[in-house]
């Protein structure tokens, strides 16, 4: 089972692109993780998100540990047999669901207490306890707890919040540590073997996944104080690699990318760096070009499902009536399975009868649109010629009005 | 585009194998087909549907009429071009659906009326408007207009309803020849060729699919005279094929064999024959043992998406707590892509969480089970060995108790 690492092959500018390599396979960089929230893509079986050229799937430890749970996953082998998903998977620690999702949370220094929204059973979600969460769903990629604040705060509100997850961030990797150290493993230099590949159990946690990373997480608001402060603890509190958290929720994308511009400079250069909950086409392009190598965002996958998609010259709304006729596919510049055998007409029809597979089609396309960029901006930056790539895709997308 | 044709390749008993060739391909008999109610499987992309081997879909002339209409379908060119299905469709007349469906309904000699249950909008379904109907989406075979009894109902009531039915099956023959005879289309057996494949108007009538075939129905309920009655009549029109139709509605499964192997002897061994709406995979062996062809149902689609799963041990209900932890396969003796990566444990997960994949997962495995039982029943057939089928059929689905 091969260690976690990561090596950058090509530098255009700061876009960089790499392969990031997981017990379960390689991440070709910069990359965007379709989000399977429950264990599952809504609406694309496993085998089409292969097809479609997804390299790792990002899943939810809120949802999971509440339904069906990550004992009842565990004693599956994992996430990954449990679900049939064999290549990579990177799980959220729960906290982000924790501060959108869940009734009557209260925060303090141990964690989040909150309530399911499922049951209203009660609940304590700690920096440790997301670890031991993830340890037993097995994923390759694993995140610490950190504090979701409402979007955006001033810095009265974001420096205590900032400091608090570097604290806990020092407790999940001590946590971390101390499970995953039991098979000799305890910095990310000399984790390349273990003695065996099966999983084993440290206090009464089974870690299904012994190759296992864990990422640190960036926060502080839109301050360049604030961000550069919690880049420096972070990274010295030391993690596989690195996330920015806290965007992507609300601010202008011009604060975004400002945030990422002056955030990556701080992280290592020789680890991926991961901006969640990111974002549109634009932010995609925008953030490899300030570094970022890491996505994941659920706009392909629930924008699909509420009929808007993503094509070359920017969102359509199939539920327009100006497509009840329009015998052309969404995206004429697209080769994916939607755009080659559906027409406008028809994915109106099936979005207007509420059928399921309106949900399928659409998100397959979405997808296809989101990995494809992917795939041109990592062809790009190969061929060092990313800028011209940004240029003409802006530029694309802004030809005509978007009608949604 | 070659006319509509059956070939009885293989007789084993009154068990018949054969290959029905329409405008969009051949249909292997007997066959299966899986209902696209509203020009889609609900769950299953055409892609997968091709893959499973579904040479023929089935369509529903009633919705397809309220939405998007068939005027709109007519435009884009006919059913198969507006929902890219390349292959033999089968609509109905509407008629089942108006009398299970629709509001407000009065039938009389003319038609019936009723209210659209989307809109409340008030139509007129005659026998003509369902041979026009059916013309615009350009199905390969059009079913005539029947009167379609609550189950099961006295002679009282069957005998006037199946005299109604043979009345309205003349007028709607009448309109059938009428519309194609202007291309000098007169009967089944000179239809051999048109002066070009386009499509027609004829009354303001698009017909989309020149070479479209049209289905008498059988009625009379279970009574074995008016069945017979009804089947000389109906072929005394002359159509291209018969079905028989008011079964599988609620009667004793015997009671259907009964009528089944009544009435096969009273139509044409040389035009194949389409039992309507059945039925259970047991149904199916049955109904083949007594000389059916075709069959549509909505069990494998509609059950699969209850949670219903069809296994060669009997079904298994998904939803069932006992299989939270059973990491076996849905059908451990299936190959269908479910069966090969899908464990019983994450597929109730994926019911539980309300997953759409859950409605994917196990509808393509139900119609794989379908597809590959009449498969089977072919290859036996073929084998001369169509009893020993059927034995070992019933053998293995009695080897447990199902659950569900």
Same mark, same amino acid.
């Given at each position: 089972?091969?260690?976690?690492?990561?090596?950058?092959?090509?530098?255009?500018?700061?876009?960089? !692109?790499?392969?990031?390599?997981?017990?379960?396979?390689?991440?070709?960089?910069?990359?965007?993780?379709?989000?399977?929230?429950?264990?599952?893509?809504?609406?694309?079986?496993?085998?089409?998100?292969?097809?479609?050229?997804?390299?790792?799937?990002?899943?939810?430890?809120?949802?999971?540990?509440?339904?069906?749970?990550?004992?009842?996953?565990?004693?599956?082998?994992?996430?990954?047999?449990?679900?049939?998903?064999?290549?990579?998977?990177?799980?959220?620690?729960?906290?982000?669901?924790?501060?959108?999702?869940?009734?009557?949370?209260?925060?303090?220094?141990?964690?989040? !207490?909150?309530?399911?929204?499922?049951?209203?059973?009660?609940?304590?979600?700690?920096?440790?306890?997301?670890?031991?969460?993830?340890?037993?769903?097995?994923?390759?990629?694993?995140?610490?707890?950190?504090?979701?604040?409402?979007?955006?705060?001033?810095?009265?509100?974001?420096?205590?919040?900032?400091?608090?997850?570097?604290?806990?961030?020092?407790?999940?990797?001590?946590?971390?540590?101390?499970?995953?150290?039991?098979?000799?493993?305890?910095?990310?230099?000399?984790?390349?073997?273990?003695?065996?590949?099966?999983?084993?159990?440290?206090?009464?946690?089974?870690?299904?996944?012994?190759?296992?990373?864990?990422?640190?997480?960036?926060?502080?608001?839109?301050s360049p104080e604030l961000r550069e402060e919690s880049a420096r603890g972070t990274v010295g509190v030391g993690f596989e690699a690195y996330a920015i958290g806290g965007l992507s929720v609300g601010e202008p994308a011009d604060v975004m990318y400002n945030v990422v511009a002056g955030t990556t400079p701080c992280l290592p250069p020789d680890r991926p760096r991961y901006l969640m909950g990111a974002g549109t086409p634009q932010d995609l392009v925008e953030?490899?070009?300030?570094?970022?190598?890491?996505?994941?965002?659920?706009?392909?996958?629930?924008?699909?499902?509420?009929?808007?998609?993503?094509?070359?010259?920017?969102?359509?709304?199939?539920?327009?009536?100006?497509?009840?006729?329009?015998?052309?596919?969404?995206?004429?510049?697209?080769?994916?399975?939607?755009? !080659?055998?559906?027409?406008?007409?028809?994915?109106?029809?099936?979005?207007?009868?509420?059928?399921?597979?309106?949900?399928?089609?659409?998100?397959?396309?979405?997808?296809?649109?989101?990995?494809?960029?992917?795939?041109?901006?990592?062809?790009?930056?190969?061929?060092?010629?990313?800028?011209?790539?940004?240029?003409?895709?802006?530029?694309?997308?802004?030809?005509?009005?978007?009608?949604?």
């Amino acid at each position: 089972m091969p260690a976690f690492s990561f090596r950058v092959t090509h530098v255009d500018g700061r876009a960089r !692109r790499g392969v990031m390599t997981t017990a379960h396979g390689d991440v070709q960089t910069p990359a965007f993780m379709p989000v399977g929230t429950q264990g599952a893509v809504k609406g694309v079986i496993h085998r089409d998100l292969e097809q479609l050229g997804a390299d790792i799937l990002l899943s939810n430890t809120y949802h999971l540990y509440l339904r069906p749970g990550d004992g009842l996953i565990a004693r599956r082998g994992g996430l990954h047999a449990f679900i049939g998903w064999p290549r990579p998977i990177l799980t959220d620690s729960g906290g982000y669901q924790v501060f959108s999702l869940a009734a009557r949370r209260t925060i303090d220094e141990e964690g989040v !207490r909150f309530r399911s929204h499922l049951d209203g059973s009660a609940h304590l979600l700690t920096p440790e306890k997301a670890v031991d969460i993830q340890a037993q769903l097995g994923s390759d990629i694993a995140m610490v707890l950190d504090e979701c604040l409402a979007s955006p705060s001033g810095e009265e509100l974001v420096r205590p919040s900032m400091q608090r997850t570097l604290r806990w961030a020092r407790r999940a990797r001590d946590r971390f540590l101390t499970l995953y150290e039991k098979r000799g493993r305890e910095s990310f230099s000399d984790r390349g073997s273990f003695p065996d590949r099966g999983s084993f159990s440290g206090d009464s946690v089974i870690v299904t996944n012994p190759a296992q990373a864990q990422f640190g997480i960036v926060q502080g608001g839109v301050s360049p104080e604030l961000r550069e402060e919690s880049a420096r603890g972070t990274v010295g509190v030391g993690f596989e690699a690195y996330a920015i958290g806290g965007l992507s929720v609300g601010e202008p994308a011009d604060v975004m990318y400002n945030v990422v511009a002056g955030t990556t400079p701080c992280l290592p250069p020789d680890r991926p760096r991961y901006l969640m909950g990111a974002g549109t086409p634009q932010d995609l392009v925008e953030s490899v070009a300030r570094g970022i190598d890491l996505f994941d965002c659920v706009l392909p996958t629930r924008n699909g499902r509420n009929g808007q998609l993503f094509t070359s010259e920017g969102p359509i709304n199939i539920k327009n009536a100006r497509y009840a006729e329009d015998d052309r596919p969404p995206d004429p510049a697209c080769g994916c399975y939607t755009c !080659r055998t559906c027409s406008r007409a028809y994915l109106r029809h099936l979005f207007q009868a509420g059928e399921i597979n309106a949900c399928t089609l659409n998100t397959l396309h979405n997808l296809h649109f989101y990995l494809d960029t992917l795939r041109q901006i990592r062809d790009a930056i190969a061929f060092e010629r990313f800028e011209s790539f940004r240029a003409a895709f802006h530029q694309s997308l802004s030809r005509r009005l978007h009608d949604s």
